[in-house]
Protein backbone atom coordinates (compact mmCIF):
# COMPACT_ATOMS: atom_id res chain seq x y z
CA UNK A 1 0.00 0.00 0.00
CA UNK A 2 2.91 2.42 1.29
CA UNK A 3 4.73 1.57 -2.62
CA UNK A 4 1.52 2.36 -4.50
CA UNK A 5 0.72 5.41 -2.47
CA UNK A 6 3.96 6.87 -3.21
CA UNK A 7 3.82 6.07 -6.78
CA UNK A 8 0.66 7.80 -7.33
CA UNK A 9 1.42 11.04 -5.56
CA UNK A 10 4.60 11.33 -7.73
CA UNK A 11 2.67 10.35 -10.88
CA UNK A 12 0.21 13.88 -9.69
CA UNK A 13 3.38 16.25 -9.29
CA UNK A 14 5.53 14.71 -12.35
CA UNK A 15 1.55 15.70 -14.80
CA UNK A 16 1.02 19.02 -12.52
CA UNK A 17 3.84 21.05 -15.42
CA UNK A 18 2.37 19.45 -18.07
CA UNK A 19 -1.53 20.35 -16.86
CA UNK A 20 -0.45 23.73 -16.33
CA UNK A 21 0.64 24.52 -19.89
CA UNK A 22 -2.82 23.50 -21.12
CA UNK A 23 -4.65 25.40 -23.90
CA UNK A 24 -7.53 26.19 -21.98
CA UNK A 25 -5.88 27.95 -19.66
CA UNK A 26 -6.25 28.27 -15.49
CA UNK A 27 -8.71 31.19 -13.99
CA UNK A 28 -6.88 33.21 -11.38
CA UNK A 29 -8.87 34.16 -7.99
CA UNK A 30 -7.73 35.38 -4.79
CA UNK A 31 -9.13 37.53 -1.82
CA UNK A 32 -7.47 39.21 1.30
CA UNK A 33 -8.86 39.64 4.50
CA UNK A 34 -7.55 43.32 6.76
CA UNK A 35 -8.85 42.43 10.67
CA UNK A 36 -8.51 44.43 13.74
CA UNK A 37 -9.51 43.03 16.69
CA UNK A 38 -9.34 44.01 20.63
CA UNK A 39 -9.21 41.49 23.73
CA UNK A 40 -11.08 42.53 26.89
CA UNK A 41 -9.66 41.02 30.03
CA UNK A 42 -6.20 40.05 29.33
CA UNK A 43 -3.40 38.95 31.43
CA UNK A 44 -4.77 35.50 31.96
CA UNK A 45 -3.28 32.11 32.30
CA UNK A 46 -2.39 32.19 28.56
CA UNK A 47 0.93 33.87 29.16
CA UNK A 48 3.78 31.65 29.09
CA UNK A 49 4.93 31.48 32.47
CA UNK A 50 9.33 30.15 33.73
CA UNK A 51 9.31 27.03 35.06
CA UNK A 52 9.25 28.36 38.33
CA UNK A 53 5.62 29.42 37.88
CA UNK A 54 7.29 33.18 38.09
CA UNK A 55 6.46 35.50 35.06
CA UNK A 56 9.44 36.26 32.65
CA UNK A 57 11.42 39.84 33.70
CA UNK A 58 10.67 42.26 31.62
CA UNK A 59 7.54 41.21 30.10
CA UNK A 60 4.58 43.46 29.45
CA UNK A 61 2.06 41.07 30.06
CA UNK A 62 -0.77 43.72 31.11
CA UNK A 63 -0.79 45.97 28.16
CA UNK A 64 -3.52 45.68 26.09
CA UNK A 65 -5.06 47.81 22.77
CA UNK A 66 -6.39 47.41 18.97
CA UNK A 67 -4.27 45.58 16.93
CA UNK A 68 -4.60 45.23 12.54
CA UNK A 69 -3.31 42.40 10.21
CA UNK A 70 -4.22 40.63 7.44
CA UNK A 71 -5.87 37.65 8.77
CA UNK A 72 -5.53 35.14 5.58
CA UNK A 73 -4.25 36.40 2.00
CA UNK A 74 -5.11 33.92 -0.83
CA UNK A 75 -3.85 33.63 -4.49
CA UNK A 76 -4.59 30.71 -6.69
CA UNK A 77 -5.55 29.52 -9.82
CA UNK A 78 -8.34 26.47 -11.26
CA UNK A 79 -9.83 25.36 -14.21
CA UNK A 80 -9.75 22.56 -16.70
CA UNK A 81 -6.58 21.30 -17.96
CA UNK A 82 -7.86 18.62 -20.76
CA UNK A 83 -11.63 17.12 -20.68
CA UNK A 84 -12.11 15.59 -17.67
CA UNK A 85 -8.90 16.95 -15.56
CA UNK A 86 -9.14 19.72 -13.46
CA UNK A 87 -6.21 21.33 -11.56
CA UNK A 88 -6.22 23.74 -8.28
CA UNK A 89 -3.82 25.48 -6.74
CA UNK A 90 -3.76 27.89 -3.79
CA UNK A 91 -0.71 30.09 -2.25
CA UNK A 92 -1.84 31.49 1.62
CA UNK A 93 -0.15 33.64 3.75
CA UNK A 94 -1.86 34.06 7.11
CA UNK A 95 -1.26 36.12 10.31
CA UNK A 96 0.52 38.67 8.29
CA UNK A 97 0.04 41.21 10.62
CA UNK A 98 3.47 42.50 10.14
CA UNK A 99 6.40 42.31 7.68
CA UNK A 100 9.59 42.88 9.15
CA UNK A 101 11.29 43.20 12.37
CA UNK A 102 10.22 42.11 15.54
CA UNK A 103 7.55 39.12 15.26
CA UNK A 104 7.52 39.30 11.79
CA UNK A 105 7.52 35.19 11.91
CA UNK A 106 4.33 35.09 13.67
CA UNK A 107 2.51 35.08 10.36
CA UNK A 108 3.24 31.63 7.96
CA UNK A 109 2.86 31.15 4.33
CA UNK A 110 3.44 28.64 2.12
CA UNK A 111 1.34 26.34 -0.52
CA UNK A 112 -2.45 25.87 0.54
CA UNK A 113 -3.84 23.45 -1.86
CA UNK A 114 -2.22 21.75 -4.84
CA UNK A 115 -3.76 18.79 -6.86
CA UNK A 116 -5.40 17.68 -9.73
CA UNK A 117 -9.04 15.80 -10.10
CA UNK A 118 -9.58 13.73 -12.85
CA UNK A 119 -13.06 12.85 -13.64
CA UNK A 120 -14.10 9.06 -14.34
CA UNK A 121 -17.58 9.56 -14.50
CA UNK A 122 -19.69 11.74 -12.00
CA UNK A 123 -19.72 9.06 -9.55
CA UNK A 124 -16.01 8.23 -9.65
CA UNK A 125 -13.91 10.81 -9.71
CA UNK A 126 -10.06 10.43 -8.13
CA UNK A 127 -8.23 13.41 -6.56
CA UNK A 128 -4.11 13.44 -5.70
CA UNK A 129 -2.20 16.16 -4.20
CA UNK A 130 -2.41 18.17 -0.88
CA UNK A 131 -6.34 19.18 -0.24
CA UNK A 132 -8.60 18.96 2.65
CA UNK A 133 -8.37 15.64 4.57
CA UNK A 134 -12.52 14.58 4.26
CA UNK A 135 -13.50 14.84 8.10
CA UNK A 136 -15.13 17.98 9.82
CA UNK A 137 -18.37 19.59 7.95
CA UNK A 138 -17.59 23.23 8.31
CA UNK A 139 -14.41 22.67 6.02
CA UNK A 140 -15.27 20.78 3.46
CA UNK A 141 -18.71 22.12 2.67
CA UNK A 142 -18.33 26.06 3.55
CA UNK A 143 -15.00 26.69 1.71
CA UNK A 144 -14.11 30.01 2.25
CA UNK A 145 -17.51 30.98 2.79
CA UNK A 146 -17.59 31.53 6.42
CA UNK A 147 -20.27 33.25 8.14
CA UNK A 148 -18.09 33.81 10.96
CA UNK A 149 -14.42 35.54 11.26
CA UNK A 150 -13.35 32.64 12.74
CA UNK A 151 -14.19 28.81 12.38
CA UNK A 152 -15.33 27.34 15.28
CA UNK A 153 -13.59 25.16 17.63
CA UNK A 154 -14.41 22.06 16.07
CA UNK A 155 -11.64 22.22 13.63
CA UNK A 156 -9.16 21.53 16.17
CA UNK A 157 -10.22 17.99 16.05
CA UNK A 158 -9.83 17.41 12.09
CA UNK A 159 -6.59 16.42 10.30
CA UNK A 160 -7.42 19.29 8.31
CA UNK A 161 -4.69 18.93 4.81
CA UNK A 162 -2.31 16.60 4.26
CA UNK A 163 -1.03 14.95 0.99
CA UNK A 164 -3.07 11.90 -0.57
CA UNK A 165 -5.23 10.07 -2.65
CA UNK A 166 -9.04 10.63 -2.83
CA UNK A 167 -12.10 8.98 -4.75
CA UNK A 168 -15.27 11.22 -4.22
CA UNK A 169 -18.36 11.42 -5.87
CA UNK A 170 -21.61 13.62 -6.10
CA UNK A 171 -25.27 12.69 -6.83
CA UNK A 172 -24.80 8.78 -6.61
CA UNK A 173 -27.23 7.01 -9.19
CA UNK A 174 -29.60 10.43 -8.95
CA UNK A 175 -30.05 9.95 -5.39
CA UNK A 176 -28.44 12.81 -3.87
CA UNK A 177 -25.78 11.18 -1.78
CA UNK A 178 -22.08 12.19 -2.27
CA UNK A 179 -18.95 10.52 -0.91
CA UNK A 180 -15.17 10.82 -0.08
CA UNK A 181 -13.06 8.53 0.77
CA UNK A 182 -9.20 8.80 0.77
CA UNK A 183 -5.55 8.11 2.35
CA UNK A 184 -3.22 10.25 3.27
CA UNK A 185 -0.05 10.97 5.35
CA UNK A 186 -0.26 10.14 8.37
CA UNK A 187 0.99 13.67 9.79
CA UNK A 188 -1.69 16.54 8.94
CA UNK A 189 0.46 19.09 7.23
CA UNK A 190 -1.25 22.41 9.06
CA UNK A 191 -0.70 22.58 13.03
CA UNK A 192 -3.27 22.64 16.01
CA UNK A 193 -5.49 19.73 15.20
CA UNK A 194 -6.20 16.31 16.36
CA UNK A 195 -3.40 14.56 13.71
CA UNK A 196 -0.38 16.76 14.32
CA UNK A 197 1.33 16.66 17.42
CA UNK A 198 4.71 14.87 18.61
CA UNK A 199 2.57 11.56 19.31
CA UNK A 200 1.99 10.85 15.48
CA UNK A 201 3.27 8.75 13.32
CA UNK A 202 5.38 10.62 10.84
CA UNK A 203 4.87 9.22 7.52
CA UNK A 204 8.25 8.84 5.92
CA UNK A 205 10.52 5.75 7.17
CA UNK A 206 14.16 4.68 7.97
CA UNK A 207 16.38 5.10 5.67
CA UNK A 208 17.12 6.70 2.16
CA UNK A 209 13.81 9.12 2.69
CA UNK A 210 13.99 11.78 0.18
CA UNK A 211 16.10 11.77 -3.03
CA UNK A 212 16.34 14.89 -5.06
CA UNK A 213 12.59 16.25 -3.81
CA UNK A 214 11.49 12.97 -4.56
CA UNK A 215 9.85 11.33 -1.28
CA UNK A 216 11.60 7.71 -1.42
CA UNK A 217 10.26 5.61 1.49
CA UNK A 218 7.44 5.76 4.18
CA UNK A 219 6.68 4.38 7.60
CA UNK A 220 3.74 2.69 6.24
CA UNK A 221 1.48 4.69 8.36
CA UNK A 222 -1.09 6.49 7.30
CA UNK A 223 -4.95 8.77 7.65
CA UNK A 224 -7.93 6.80 6.44
CA UNK A 225 -10.20 9.06 6.65
CA UNK A 226 -14.36 9.47 4.62
CA UNK A 227 -17.30 11.05 4.14
CA UNK A 228 -21.17 10.42 3.51
CA UNK A 229 -23.65 12.92 2.71
CA UNK A 230 -27.19 13.62 1.60
CA UNK A 231 -28.36 17.16 0.01
CA UNK A 232 -31.63 18.12 -0.24
CA UNK A 233 -32.92 21.47 -1.31
CA UNK A 234 -32.74 22.82 2.19
CA UNK A 235 -30.60 20.42 3.96
CA UNK A 236 -26.99 19.05 3.72
CA UNK A 237 -25.90 16.12 6.13
CA UNK A 238 -22.90 14.20 6.49
CA UNK A 239 -21.14 11.57 8.65
CA UNK A 240 -17.33 11.48 8.45
CA UNK A 241 -15.00 9.18 10.06
CA UNK A 242 -11.13 9.08 10.16
CA UNK A 243 -8.02 7.37 11.62
CA UNK A 244 -4.50 7.23 11.78
CA UNK A 245 -1.70 5.57 13.83
CA UNK A 246 0.06 7.15 16.96
CA UNK A 247 3.81 7.24 17.18
CA UNK A 248 3.79 3.97 19.38
CA UNK A 249 7.72 4.41 20.52
CA UNK A 250 6.33 5.27 24.15
CA UNK A 251 4.34 3.49 26.87
CA UNK A 252 2.16 6.68 27.08
CA UNK A 253 1.21 7.16 22.96
CA UNK A 254 -2.28 5.44 21.93
CA UNK A 255 -2.10 2.85 19.14
CA UNK A 256 -4.13 5.30 16.78
CA UNK A 257 -5.99 8.03 16.67
CA UNK A 258 -9.88 8.02 15.85
CA UNK A 259 -12.04 10.92 14.96
CA UNK A 260 -15.71 11.00 13.81
CA UNK A 261 -18.19 13.73 12.88
CA UNK A 262 -21.65 14.25 12.17
CA UNK A 263 -23.00 17.93 10.67
CA UNK A 264 -26.15 19.69 9.10
CA UNK A 265 -26.54 22.43 7.17
CA UNK A 266 -28.98 24.43 5.10
CA UNK A 267 -30.92 27.65 4.14
CA UNK A 268 -34.77 28.44 3.95
CA UNK A 269 -35.85 31.74 2.32
CA UNK A 270 -32.92 33.62 3.93
CA UNK A 271 -32.74 32.06 7.26
CA UNK A 272 -29.01 30.18 7.21
CA UNK A 273 -28.61 27.17 10.03
CA UNK A 274 -26.06 24.58 10.92
CA UNK A 275 -25.27 22.32 13.58
CA UNK A 276 -22.32 20.20 13.96
CA UNK A 277 -20.61 17.52 16.68
CA UNK A 278 -17.09 16.14 16.75
CA UNK A 279 -15.68 13.47 18.81
CA UNK A 280 -11.94 12.68 19.05
CA UNK A 281 -10.21 9.91 21.26
CA UNK A 282 -6.19 10.17 21.74
CA UNK A 283 -5.85 14.20 20.58
CA UNK A 284 -2.68 14.08 18.82
CA UNK A 285 -1.87 10.45 19.39
CA UNK A 286 -1.55 10.66 24.11
CA UNK A 287 -3.25 7.97 25.19
CA UNK A 288 -6.27 8.90 26.79
CA UNK A 289 -6.45 12.22 25.90
CA UNK A 290 -10.45 13.36 24.20
CA UNK A 291 -12.34 16.04 23.03
CA UNK A 292 -15.74 17.14 21.65
CA UNK A 293 -17.14 20.06 20.42
CA UNK A 294 -20.79 20.70 19.33
CA UNK A 295 -22.39 23.93 18.06
CA UNK A 296 -25.25 25.76 16.65
CA UNK A 297 -25.35 28.45 14.45
CA UNK A 298 -28.37 30.78 13.01
CA UNK A 299 -27.98 33.74 10.14
CA UNK A 300 -30.20 35.80 8.97
CA UNK A 301 -30.07 37.09 5.92
CA UNK A 302 -32.20 40.62 5.94
CA UNK A 303 -32.05 40.99 2.24
CA UNK A 304 -32.97 38.17 1.20
CA UNK A 305 -35.94 38.30 3.50
CA UNK A 306 -36.95 41.46 1.88
CA UNK A 307 -36.49 43.16 5.20
CA UNK A 308 -33.93 45.85 4.03
CA UNK A 309 -34.01 47.77 0.72
CA UNK A 310 -31.98 46.77 -2.62
CA UNK A 311 -28.38 48.51 -1.79
CA UNK A 312 -28.54 47.22 2.02
CA UNK A 313 -27.27 43.72 2.91
CA UNK A 314 -27.16 43.07 6.58
CA UNK A 315 -27.03 39.49 7.74
CA UNK A 316 -26.91 38.85 11.88
CA UNK A 317 -25.19 36.18 13.06
CA UNK A 318 -25.43 34.00 16.20
CA UNK A 319 -23.30 31.14 17.42
CA UNK A 320 -23.13 28.90 20.42
CA UNK A 321 -20.61 26.37 21.24
CA UNK A 322 -19.98 23.96 23.79
CA UNK A 323 -15.95 22.64 24.05
CA UNK A 324 -15.29 19.92 26.32
CA UNK A 325 -12.41 17.57 26.91
CA UNK A 326 -11.32 14.59 29.09
CA UNK A 327 -8.10 12.73 29.86
CA UNK A 328 -4.65 12.95 31.69
CA UNK A 329 -3.90 14.98 34.84
CA UNK A 330 -6.78 17.36 35.97
CA UNK A 331 -8.53 17.84 32.31
CA UNK A 332 -11.72 17.31 32.54
CA UNK A 333 -13.60 20.86 31.97
CA UNK A 334 -15.17 23.02 29.13
CA UNK A 335 -15.65 26.00 27.58
CA UNK A 336 -18.82 27.49 26.31
CA UNK A 337 -18.45 30.19 22.91
CA UNK A 338 -20.85 32.62 21.82
CA UNK A 339 -20.17 34.47 19.01
CA UNK A 340 -22.66 37.75 17.88
CA UNK A 341 -22.08 39.18 14.79
CA UNK A 342 -23.18 40.74 11.95
CA UNK A 343 -22.10 40.81 8.25
CA UNK A 344 -23.02 43.65 5.40
CA UNK A 345 -21.72 42.43 1.76
CA UNK A 346 -21.44 45.58 -0.36
CA UNK A 347 -23.07 44.16 -3.43
CA UNK A 348 -25.92 41.64 -2.65
CA UNK A 349 -25.66 39.87 -5.89
CA UNK A 350 -21.53 39.07 -5.37
CA UNK A 351 -21.63 38.66 -1.07
CA UNK A 352 -18.32 37.53 -1.18
CA UNK A 353 -16.24 39.80 -3.33
CA UNK A 354 -16.56 42.84 -0.96
CA UNK A 355 -17.56 42.28 2.69
CA UNK A 356 -17.62 43.42 6.10
CA UNK A 357 -18.00 41.19 9.40
CA UNK A 358 -17.85 42.25 12.74
CA UNK A 359 -17.87 39.82 15.49
CA UNK A 360 -17.46 39.43 19.62
CA UNK A 361 -16.95 36.20 21.31
CA UNK A 362 -18.27 35.85 25.02
CA UNK A 363 -17.17 33.07 26.55
CA UNK A 364 -18.50 31.36 30.26
CA UNK A 365 -16.32 28.90 31.79
CA UNK A 366 -13.14 29.40 30.91
CA UNK A 367 -11.01 29.90 33.70
CA UNK A 368 -10.21 25.93 33.40
CA UNK A 369 -9.94 26.01 29.78
CA UNK A 370 -7.59 28.94 30.01
CA UNK A 371 -5.26 27.29 33.07
CA UNK A 372 -5.22 24.12 30.59
CA UNK A 373 -4.24 26.00 27.49
CA UNK A 374 -0.81 27.21 29.08
CA UNK A 375 1.74 25.01 27.28
CA UNK A 376 4.64 26.22 29.32
CA UNK A 377 3.29 26.70 33.10
CA UNK A 378 4.93 25.72 35.96
CA UNK A 379 5.27 22.15 36.61
CA UNK A 380 2.71 21.55 32.97
CA UNK A 381 3.92 19.40 30.54
CA UNK A 382 6.10 20.61 27.42
CA UNK A 383 2.81 19.17 24.89
CA UNK A 384 -0.23 21.96 24.83
CA UNK A 385 -3.10 19.79 27.00
CA UNK A 386 -6.03 20.77 25.13
CA UNK A 387 -6.67 21.80 21.33
CA UNK A 388 -6.57 25.36 20.64
CA UNK A 389 -7.48 25.84 17.24
CA UNK A 390 -9.92 28.81 17.11
CA UNK A 391 -9.92 29.27 20.73
CA UNK A 392 -10.28 32.93 21.44
CA UNK A 393 -12.27 34.86 24.35
CA UNK A 394 -13.45 38.28 24.87
CA UNK A 395 -12.74 39.80 21.73
CA UNK A 396 -14.03 42.37 19.24
CA UNK A 397 -13.21 41.82 15.87
CA UNK A 398 -13.95 43.31 12.58
CA UNK A 399 -12.96 42.08 9.06
CA UNK A 400 -12.73 43.36 5.75
CA UNK A 401 -12.98 41.48 3.01
CA UNK A 402 -11.98 41.99 -0.70
CA UNK A 403 -11.94 38.85 -3.47
CA UNK A 404 -12.12 38.11 -7.02
Do not use: C
Amino acid sequence: MKNHMLVLISVAVALAPVIALASTGPTVFGYAQVTGSEQFGTGGAEIPLAFNGEPIPGANYYADGIIVGMHRIRLGFKGEAVPGVNIFFQYKWDGAWTSSGIGADFGSSGVQDAYFNLRIFPEVQMQVGKFVVPIGFERQELGNKLLFIQRSMNQSLDANRSVGIMFHGTNVMDSDVYYKIGVFDNYSSDPHNAFNGVGVALPTGSGQTTVGGILSNGSGHYILAGMLGYTASFLNVELSVARADANQAYPYFAQSIDAWNVGAKGDLEGLEYMAEYSHVSSYQGIEGLGAQDWYVALAANLHQMTLTPDWLDIEPTLRIERFQWTGTNDLGSGLNNYTIGVNYSVDPNNPYAARVQLNYVVPTGASRYREDYTMFRAGASTYNPVPDNAYIYNTAVLQMQVAF
